[in-house]
């Protein structure tokens, strides 16, 4: 496997620990940017069926009852779409992810990484570039028109941290101050105080982008790893409590008010558990299952994530924004290849088997996925069988709806930075200010700082 820098360690060492703590830590490096959701309260609603929690974060006064009411009530006003941000941690190699096999210097810059000149299939719309092998079901969506590729995306003056560049794509903004997330501040400007499903972190803790100021998002392991619980009451008689609950939403109110309201309350609890029961896990085997067949991964989780959330939006809950990583390490800085690979591999798998599960429910137009990573590799190898930090990297927007085009070009290796990095064709707040607008469909101003400044590509169809 290949072995991580220094940096990125300690991002990562550190940002567990903020997020498990629930509060601010002490810097590790002078002038390192706390990661945004820091300090933000956590209340975690009990999984007895597995030992969990969903965590719901910024939602202090949330009772559990409010909470079923406020997602059953979000779900009966209908669907919404959905974004999926998905992140390459470490810092991708997008020379690898889709490689300049005709450019002459591609192999004077990687003598020994540069892969083979017929590897992998033949991006369409730029003769110069192949994919990556290993991205072979992405290059299939692209063929579909369901890929959107960003082939040159990152920001002015790079920082080459990881830890200050991840802070930067994960807040929107190259403002190291800043302690709430893109998504987040969509979601307190479209949000609701009693759904914090509506941004849904599809790991064990919160991811930064979803970082609210107001309204309450939730961290999730997956929609079989949790279930609401009763004080003292379990079994049978829990079952029974809760048959009985619902059947209150039946009972006449003679138009009284508070009987109207009480009623009302009791049937969209009932619904939600309804809609609840099909994902508790039945032995050891998860409690949904999926129209398609998804890759297994060995210590992973992330299709078994991906498919939880397509049942999940199967079941109609009202979700918004999610967030979550990839598998694999991509700080790649000695022996590339087969890390590479393997993370690519598992990653687009999953990818291609989500727009397939989500294609057979129905649901394909509803969703859409961004693919990113906080920087990519410099253009020369080092002398480790790896690569060292770069700037600009690959991104991807993925679905049904996608454009399918490429995005800004692809920048060329004759005109590196002064670092021997690939030079930035679209702005990752361009990138964040069309899917607010073109996809979520609400102004970018007053989300992304200056987002009047960033050119808005055509990224939905």
């Excluded at 992140?87 to 892969?115: E, H, I, N, Q, V």
């Excluded at 040159?152 to 190291?176: C, I, K, L, M």
């Excluded at 600009?392 to 995005?407: D, E, H, L, P």
Aim: charge should be neutral; hydrophobic fraction near 40%; proline fraction near 7%.
């Amino acid at each position: 496997m290949a072995r991580c820098c220094n940096d990125f360690s300690r991002t990562e060492l550190f940002r567990r620990a903020t997020a498990e703590a629930g509060r601010g830590l002490p810097a590790i490096e002078a002038g390192m940017p706390l990661p945004a959701g820091t300090g933000l309260d956590r209340r975690s609603f009990l999984a007895r069926t597995a030992g969990l929690t969903l965590a719901v974060y910024g939602g202090a006064s949330l009772l559990p009852r409010a909470f079923e009411e406020g997602i059953a009530a979000a779900t009966a006003a209908g669907p919404q779409k959905v974004l999926l941000s998905v992140f390459l941690d470490g810092g991708a190699d997008s020379l690898s992810m889709l490689f300049p096999t005709a450019d002459p210097l591609y192999r004077s810059f990687r003598p020994k990484l540069g892969l083979a000149a017929d590897a992998g299939v033949p991006f369409a719309e730029d003769s110069r570039l192949r994919w990556h092998p290993s991205l072979t079901p992405l290059a299939t969506l692209h063929g579909e028109g369901k890929v959107s590729v960003i082939p040159g995306v990152g920001y002015a003056g790079p920082d080459q941290s990881h830890f200050t560049s991840r802070h930067f794509w994960e807040v929107g903004a190259t403002n190291d101050q800043l302690r709430t997330g893109w998504l987040g501040r969509y979601l307190d400007r479209v949000g609701s105080p009693d759904n914090p499903l509506q941004g849904l972190s599809l790991e064990s803790r919160l991811q930064p982008a979803l970082a609210t100021a107001r309204m309450p998002v939730a961290s999730i392991d997956g929609p079989d790893r949790y279930q609401f619980w009763t004080k003292n009451v379990w079994g049978d008689v829990e079952r029974r409590l809760l048959d009985a609950i619902g059947s209150l939403g039946a009972l006449p109110t003679g138009g009284d008010p508070a009987l109207i309201q009480a009623t009302s309350a009791a049937r969209k609890a009932a619904q939600l558990r309804r809609q609840l029961l099909p994902f508790a896990p039945k032995g050891d085997k998860p409690g949904f299952t999926s129209p398609v067949v998804y890759p297994t991964g060995e210590d992973d989780e992330f299709p078994r994530r991906l498919a939880g959330l397509a049942a999940m939006l199967g079941a109609g809950l009202p979700i918004r924004v999610v967030a979550m990583s990839a598998p694999g390490m991509y700080d790649t800085h000695d022996d590339q290849p087969q890390a590479l690979s393997d993370g690519l591999k598992l990653t687009a798998d999953s990818l291609l088997a989500f727009q397939r599960d989500l294609e057979a429910r129905g649901l394909a137009d509803r969703v859409l996925v961004h693919v990113w990573s906080e920087f990519g590799r410099r253009a020369k190898e080092n002398g480790s069988n790896g690569t060292d930090h770069g700037a600009a990297g690959a991104g991807f927007v993925i679905g049904s709806r996608a454009s399918g085009k490429m995005v800004g070009e692809f920048p060329g290796l004759a005109t590196l930075d002064k670092d021997g990095n690939l030079r930035a064709t679209s702005d990752f707040r361009g990138i964040y200010g069309s899917l607010l607008e073109q996809w979520l469909g609400t102004d970018a101003d007053g989300i992304i700082p200056g987002a009047g400044k960033y050119g808005r590509p055509k990224l939905v169809k």
